[in-house]
């Protein structure tokens, strides 16, 4: 039952969210601004607008790309994200394995994710009270995406506080950890061919998307 409902919300609509979270006007979460349920909120309404007024806009992967790098990806952390995803991996690697590893890992979601956004269709998320971790430095925000003729799907954002801003380090749709999910399969790979050669297969993979207009496969 969990695997068809996952399989009901997809990896578009999650992209197009996650856009609307942090595009132009969003502000930092201080003691004086919304916190992460209201940020999440006011940023759902701004990309509803924004589709609403251009709906060709999910069809231009390069708008999308550009939207993505200039106000989505710097309140991703993509370092957290990347440390947990190398596991005991992270340890041995250097300095500038680590912050190529993330690069290429956070170019490789958002080609990855790019291809499946035009399937964001007549979808909308509640926002539900958040769930504090950490004190007030680490939070889950509860969402119910509700789906035309389906049951709705169960996102959470995990988010925590970075010096003044608010910044997501995981997904995790009807249980399923986008970091755990891509853990799994690096580590293998990492196994396989080490730290070097994974972030030269990712180098690979992402040079031929962006030259070619498409998305590397999965």
Not at 53 to 61: I, R
Request: hydrophobic letters at 40%.
């Amino acid at each position: 039952m969990m695997q068809s409902r996952t399989r009901g919300i997809s990896c578009g609509m999650i992209v197009a969210l996650c856009l609307a979270l942090l595009l132009p006007g969003a502000g930092l979460a201080t003691a004086d601004e919304p916190g992460p349920v209201e940020l999440l909120e006011d940023r759902q309404k701004t990309v509803l607008a924004i589709v609403e007024q251009d709906p060709a806009v999910l069809e231009d992967t390069k708008r999308l790309r550009e939207i993505a790098y200039e106000y989505l990806l710097p309140h991703v952390d993509f370092m957290t994200l990347s440390r947990w995803v190398m596991g005991k991996h992270w340890r041995k690697a250097t300095p500038e394995q680590r912050q190529t590893f993330a690069n290429e890992f956070r170019d490789l979601l958002l080609n990855n994710y790019l291809r499946s956004v035009t399937e964001y269709r007549d979808q909308s998320i509640e926002f539900l009270p958040l769930r504090n971790l950490d004190g007030k430095n680490k939070v889950v925000v509860h969402g119910l995406v509700d789906q035309p003729g389906g049951p709705p799907v169960h996102v959470n954002f995990r988010m925590h506080r970075n010096t003044d801003s608010w910044l997501i380090y995981d997904i995790v749709v009807e249980g399923v950890s986008l970091a755990t999910t891509h853990r799994s399969m690096f580590s293998q790979q990492i196994r396989d061919i080490g730290i070097e050669g994974v972030i030269a297969e990712l180098e690979s993979r992402n040079a031929a998307a962006w030259k070619e207009g498409t998305s590397p496969a999965p």
